[in-house]
């Protein structure tokens, strides 16, 4: 009897051990991206989904599940193709775009703690795809150039839901991926960008704050690095400093959503 236990015991074990030894330190480590509890989105659903864009794998309209979602993704395509415009050489910039991203590919797949079913390829050209659209949006939120024919800027009820989209816990990229993106832009732009892309974020979740630059720099290096756009912009204070300017005039203005 005492045998048997013992066998079994050591068998036990060997099966802890192997189990173990499985582990991936290093994701695990590194996850920043999660679902949320089923419990919680069964209370409400709606709460936890995007509306109107996908960011990410675990939302994305190449599932087929998302149907409400695929309008958005020729707008990503045209955005993607006005952030390369931007650029002195559209071309050279689309390679090293591309370039960048398959060299993340490993990095990327570590962040999420769900398993990714796309192939490293598709979730690459999530990547790109996103994080190009997420540049050229908050590029012109900041730089006010989106003209008349933007369909995102000229529709008052778009800006209101991309701050609810973009600021959900499951439709998010690494935050690495917008600025090694940015990082070419910025080499690849005809003028001196002065901003970062910390503060294109900042511009355009709070565009009515008016915050001062280097307060949110001081509050960006305190946090440390950012994860995703959620981790670089939740801790925003309206108490942080600000620039002073003449009262803006009331009119087409979107005030910020007080629960974001």
Known sequence: ??????????DWIISIKSKISALDDERSLKMSIFKVPNKLRKLDEEAYSPRLVSIGPFHSSRTNKHDHLLAMDEQKRWYMLYLLNRTLNPEETLVQFVE????????????????????????????????????ELFLRSKLKDF???????????????LWH?????????????????????????????????TDLAFSFFYPD??????????????????????SCTVFI????????QKPRKQGNSINVPQNL
Not at 122 to 128: D, G
């Open 100 to 135: 960048a991203i398959s060299e993340l590919k490993p990095k990327v797949q570590r962040r999420y703690a769900e398993n990714i079913k796309f192939k490293p390829q598709v979730l690459s050209e999530i990547m790109l795809d996103d994080g190009c659209f997420i540049l």
């Open 237 to 244: 204070s309206p108490n942080f400093p600000r620039q002073t």
């Open 1 to 10: 009897m005492r045998l048997w236990q013992k066998s079994t015991s050591s």
């Open 147 to 161: 003209g008349d024919e933007d369909p995102i800027f000229h529709n008052a009820w778009m800006v209101p839901t």
């Open 209 to 230: 704050l008016n915050l001062n630059q280097e307060a949110i720099r001081m509050k960006c290096s305190q946090v440390g690095n950012c994860s995703h756009l959620i």
């Open 165 to 197: 989209d973009l600021a959900l816990l499951e439709n998010q990229i690494p935050f690495f991926i917008l600025e090694k993106l940015f990082s070419i832009v910025v080499r690849q732009f005809p003028e001196h960008l002065s901003f970062s892309i």
